[in-house]
Nanobody, 117 residues
Framework: VQLQASGGGLVQPGGSLRLSCEAS????MGWFRQAPGKEREFVAS????????ACADSVKGRFVISRDNAKNTVFLQMSSLKPEDTAVYYC???????????????WGQGTLVTVSS
């Protein structure tokens, strides 16, 4: 299983950014992030068929996860970005449902998002 994340960069507070993750399989997918000096945390997940969407409370109303199964790609549209959203964002895949208490077996390489003026 291969996952290729992209789309990170520098954005000003209040700005938007879209992350992409191209996968070699059609599994349940999730986004996680790890800020400097902090533990990795769950951001959002989506089922293999586009259902079962879940988002962390910290990003609800600002981030939207979606997928294009024709391209085996999952997206994370991030809006109203805050400095505390600064982190390395990782996509992950699992044949089982992605839940916060289980570490998915497959991970992409991470893409850095920096929110700063």
């Amino acid at each position: 299983v291969q996952l290729q994340a992209s789309g990170g960069g520098l954005v000003q507070p209040g700005g938007s950014l879209r992350l992409s993750c191209e996968a070699s399989v059609r599994y349940n997918m999730g986004w996680f992030r790890q800020a400097p000096g902090k533990e990795r945390e769950f951001v959002a997940s989506i089922g293999w068929n586009g259902g079962n969407i879940a988002c962390a409370d910290s990003v609800k109303g600002r981030f939207v996860i979606s997928r294009d199964n024709a391209k085996n790609t999952v997206f994370l549209q991030m809006s109203s970005l805050k400095p505390e959203d600064t982190a390395v964002y990782y996509c992950a895949a699992d044949w089982r449902p992605i839940i916060t208490t289980r570490v998915p077996p497959y991970w992409g390489q991470g893409t850095l998002v920096t929110v700063s003026s």
